[in-house]
């Protein structure tokens, strides 16, 4: 990569998540320190305001770049001045699509929060060659869907190895406890999502395709759909009910193992629940779980519903108070299962200490374009995952810097 002005340029930083981003990157980084960034957007005086907000009258201090998403000339000269473009402007599908072709193009490394199964499939599709042969690395799901996931697994995978010098056959991730919710441009790039099947039907094919992210022509396993009803969980003895965010974290954790080179085996599973408790009461919330997961999600595919929503739910820049993310937590475990001796089975214990979809993401991501950046990676060019991009060296930025753990319990 040719000398660039920036090591990061926080792209999108007068919305909700943008601005937790610039406010952890100052306070963890500063300005004009070891690590150079710019704030970008496409509103200049929205911009600058957000920056004295969080400068106050050092707010001159940190450099601002003005670009449009739909304006290839202003998009091209932001990526051309800097090492990692951290994204956070969503809907990426309406968004994000110009701004990965540039990156891909001129071998600047990328990261995002984008969960958009068919968008992602579109991007690697369409540009995984350009992204390898400039020496790019585009790395999506940097938040809380999928980081602890797909980190978590890679993090289990390395200790039984360590351990038992083999690869655990499957992997069960449970979402132990959690409190945060769901951010709106989450929100809204999934209410995008269903919109665009409903002029593109094949796309449907593709969000229920349980290896949809997987590179084409490789091997696929042995996974099957994602867990829609209250299932009891013998290895954790709890019911459990369907996740949100797993029809995305598996497929992630799916592609990491391709695009390894499948060391954890082709018979290799990973699946994810919500732990509910046991006995009646954990029935009963595992049912509730899978019912209104289900009524939820048939009832999205019809546009009279997402509008309604729509008015209901946290628009794109808004989100909760800074109370309610710094009391937010989650905490997941990760079973491994021994490939042939269940007495050596283990559990990673992953947690993280504000709201998952705002103040942990937030954090996750920043910490991604900074590893990105300058931690001289020597993990290959293309369309990667948080694990295969940067592996150690993320799970060692996360655990110093960003409120997150990964152990063995």
């Not at 070891?34 to 957007?41: I, L, Q």
């Not at 929205?46 to 004295?52: D, E, M, P, Q, T």
């Not at 959690?178 to 593109?200: H, L, P, Q, R, V």
């Not at 969000?207 to 084409?216: H, K, M, Q, T, V």
Request: hydrophobic letters at 40%; a negative charge; aromatic letters at 8%.
């Amino acid at each position: 990569m040719t000398t660039r002005q920036y090591d990061v340029v926080v792209w999108g930083a007068t919305g909700f998540t943008g601005r937790l981003v610039m406010e952890y990157m100052v306070n963890t980084y500063g300005v004009n320190g070891d690590v150079t960034w710019a704030a970008a957007a496409r509103d200049e005086s929205k911009l600058k305001a957000v920056i004295v907000q969080i400068l106050g009258d050092d707010a001159e201090a940190l450099p601002v770049i003005i670009a449009d998403s739909q304006d290839e000339t202003s998009l091209r000269a932001l990526v051309a001045s800097t090492r990692v473009v951290c994204s956070i402007v969503g809907p990426y599908a309406l968004y994000g699509s110009k701004l990965v072709a540039l990156c891909a193009e001129l071998g600047t490394h990328y990261c995002d929060l984008a969960g958009e199964i068919p968008w992602l499939r579109r991007m690697m599709d369409q540009y995984e060659t350009a992204a390898q042969d400039s020496g790019a690395r585009i790395v999506s799901t940097c938040g809380f869907d999928s980081i602890p996931s797909d980190l978590g697994t890679w993090f289990v995978q390395q200790q039984m190895h360590a351990r038992h010098e083999v690869y655990a056959s499957r992997v069960k991730c449970r979402i132990v406890r959690i409190d945060g919710g769901m951010s709106g441009g989450t929100f809204a790039s999934a209410m995008n999502m269903m919109e665009e099947t409903k002029t593109n039907p094949e796309l449907l094919e593709i969000i229920e395709d349980p290896y949809a992210l997987n590179p084409l022509n490789m091997p696929r396993g042995e996974d099957d759909s994602d867990q829609s009803s209250a299932r009891y969980d013998q290895d954790f003895h709890q019911w459990s009910g369907p996740f949100a965010m797993a029809p995305l974290n598996v497929r992630v954790v799916r592609r990491s193992h391709a695009l390894l080179g499948y060391p954890w085996g082709q018979h290799f599973r990973y699946d994810e629940a919500m732990l509910t408790g046991n006995g009646p009461g954990g029935f009963a919330k595992a049912s509730l779980l899978a019912g209104g997961t289900g009524l939820l999600m048939l009832a999205t595919r019809l546009a009279p519903v997402r509008q309604l929503l729509g008015r209901v739910a946290p628009a794109p820049g808004e989100g909760p108070s800074p109370e309610a993310i710094r009391n937010g937590f989650f905490e997941m475990e990760l079973l491994a299962c021994h490939p042939e001796d269940p007495t050596k089975n283990m559990i990673a214990l992953v947690t993280g200490d504000r709201d998952p979809g705002y103040g942990a993401t937030s954090k996750m991501l920043a910490e991604c374009a900074v590893c990105l950046a300058v931690d001289g990676l020597n993990t290959p060019a293309g369309f990667l995952t948080p694990s295969v991009a940067m592996g150690q060296k993320l799970v060692d930025r996360l655990s110093e810097k960003a409120g997150m753990s990964f152990s063995i319990k």
